[in-house]
């Protein structure tokens, strides 16, 4: 052979394994098709019935009852409390009740066991608590409007039979994915979106992000408000909290500080959308539902856990990475995350004693005082938008790393001005 012919069939070769891994490639990508829509009536909440129909999805589901520990030690399905870990939620927390049970999650069939089991929730407790936890809300928002979220949490909890599951995110009689939590639906419009006409590509991450998002109660109603307004930064949402929405200051006060605390509440959401595989429009479906294939037919795992469990189906359908490259990045960077988080949350506890020891102090400067809490409320804002967040920090790494360094620069600014107004040093 001469050099052109030698050239030749080495191009050849070339075309044809570059265009088989690309055919390959966009094979994995794409959804199971041909599965046929059984048309289950409205209003059956009931999961077995639905995996009559599609036992494939189902099977995948039940496995969310599995409970084990995460690839990582971080996260996990099993059902542990936080604090024996971060000490500092005892004190970043008290005066609330998740200094008393804040418990790691777990799969979505516990959703109801754990809303009765908390110790967070009591008789007066309100129904907005039911919003993430049940399909029925759909029943709930269709007969009561949001009056409903200002029943008796126990009046709701007696109705509800069954805890997360298919009609949360797909509509009975067509199976297209829907969002059914209103909270999201109004949030997203104040922000000029339409959700109603939003792509398939989008709905594989809004059906996780009505419920994986930060939210409060408005005083006086208990509806369930999204502070997306201004945006999905930890800045720009504890921007919104600063201007006291419906008579919203905060959660409650640190009884030792006197700080009015924002809680966070599990960001997963706005995390993601800034992160690099949200800007590259990655689906929370395409790493926790993967593709998966049982006697050659394909469907969406329904089991939604770590997806280091799966990284061949999770991962490889877009990285070349093998797959100890890929678990030991996530696995440094979430170490990378914790060792900042855990300081951070340290220094919020230093500042509240430091405050508690100023405002014990005669003649405190009181103006100093307050600027120290403000520092300190939105430290610690900061820091509990990464604690409260699911996956230690690699949904978006780079702003979890930014948003704890501002947290211990505002918590050491914190502990200074409480310095001044006491005009020694408190600790
Ligand atoms: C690029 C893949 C990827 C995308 C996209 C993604 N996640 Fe994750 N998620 C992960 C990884 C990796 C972890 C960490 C798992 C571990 O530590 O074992 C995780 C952890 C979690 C956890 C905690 C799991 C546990 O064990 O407690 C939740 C909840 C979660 N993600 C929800 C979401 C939601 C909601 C979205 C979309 C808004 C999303 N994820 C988008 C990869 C992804
Ligand atoms: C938390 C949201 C969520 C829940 C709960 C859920 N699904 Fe899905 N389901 C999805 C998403 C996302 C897809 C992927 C849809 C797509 O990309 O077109 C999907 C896809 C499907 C499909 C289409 C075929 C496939 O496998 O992709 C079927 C059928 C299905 N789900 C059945 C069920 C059944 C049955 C249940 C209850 C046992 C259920 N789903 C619960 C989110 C959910
Ligand atoms: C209707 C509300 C709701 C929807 C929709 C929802 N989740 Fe969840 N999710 C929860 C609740 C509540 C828990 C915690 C349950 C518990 O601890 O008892 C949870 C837990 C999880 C966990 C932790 C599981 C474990 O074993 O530790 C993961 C991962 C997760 N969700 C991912 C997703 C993804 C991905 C989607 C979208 C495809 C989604 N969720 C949609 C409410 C929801
Ligand atoms: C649908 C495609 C897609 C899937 C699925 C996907 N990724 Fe990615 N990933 C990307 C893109 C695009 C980037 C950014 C460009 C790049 O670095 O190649 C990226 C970047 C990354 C990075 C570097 C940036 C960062 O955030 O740290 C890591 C690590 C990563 N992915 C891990 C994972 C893991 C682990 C999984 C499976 C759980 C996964 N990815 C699933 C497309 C994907």
Request: proline residues 7%; hydrophobic residues 35%; glycine residues 6%.
């Amino acid at each position: 052979m001469n050099k052109p012919q030698k050239f030749l069939i080495a191009f050849l070769t070339t075309m044809v394994v570059v265009f088989g891994a690309v055919v390959i490639r966009v094979w994995a990508l794409k959804p199971p098709v041909g599965f046929k829509v059984a048309a289950i009536p409205a209003g059956e909440y009931d999961p077995a019935v639905w995996g009559k129909s599609y036992p494939l999805q189902y099977k995948s589901f039940q496995k969310n009852l599995e409970s084990a520990p995460s690839p990582t030690g971080y996260g996990g399905s099993v059902k542990e409390q936080k604090a024996d870990r971060q000490p500092e939620i005892y004190t970043n927390f008290k005066g609330n009740p998740f200094s008393k049970d804040y418990t790691e999650d777990r799969g979505h069939p516990y959703s109801l066991d754990d809303l009765r089991e908390s110790k967070r929730i009591g008789p007066t407790s309100k129904g907005a608590c039911i919003t993430c936890k049940t399909p029925q809300l759909e029943a709930f928002y269709n007969e009561m409007g949001w009056s409903y979220a200002n029943k008796p949490l126990e009046e709701l909890l007696n109705r509800s039979q069954h805890p997360v599951s298919c009609a949360n995110c797909h509509d009975p009689e067509t199976m297209n994915l829907r969002v059914i939590n209103p909270a999201f639906i109004e949030a997203m419009a104040r922000r000029g979106y339409d959700v109603t006409k939003a792509s398939q590509e989008e709905m594989r991450s809004f059906v996780c992000g009505q419920c994986h998002a930060e939210y409060y109660f408005a005083p006086g109603t208990s509806q369930v408000i999204f502070p997306w307004d201004k945006g999905v930064t930890p800045q720009e949402m504890y921007q919104y909290y600063a201007a006291k929405p419906h008579d919203f200051g905060q959660d409650f006060f640190q009884p030792d500080s006197q700080v009015p605390v924002l809680k966070a509440q599990h960001p997963d959401f706005e995390e993601w959308q800034n992160g690099t595989h949200g800007k590259f429009g990655v689906s929370c479906a395409d790493c926790h539902m993967p593709y998966m294939r049982e006697n050659g037919r394909k469907y969406s795992s329904h089991w939604m856990t770590s997806p280091l469990r799966t990284i061949e189906d999770s991962c490889f359908p877009c990285h070349t990475e093998n797959r100890d490259q890929l678990y030991n990045q996530v696995k440094a960077t979430q170490d990378n995350v914790w060792q900042l988080q855990h300081t951070a949350g340290l220094l919020v506890a230093r500042g509240h004693t430091a405050i508690a020891k100023a405002a014990a102090m005669p003649g405190v400067n009181r103006e100093e005082l307050d600027k120290s809490r403000e520092l300190l409320r939105r430290a610690q804002w900061y820091w509990d938008f990464l604690a409260a967040s699911n996956s230690m920090g690699f949904h978006n790494s780079v702003q979890g790393l930014n948003t704890l360094g501002q947290s211990i620069d505002l918590s050491n600014q914190s502990i200074d001005a409480a310095n001044r107004a006491a005009g020694v040093n408190t600790l």
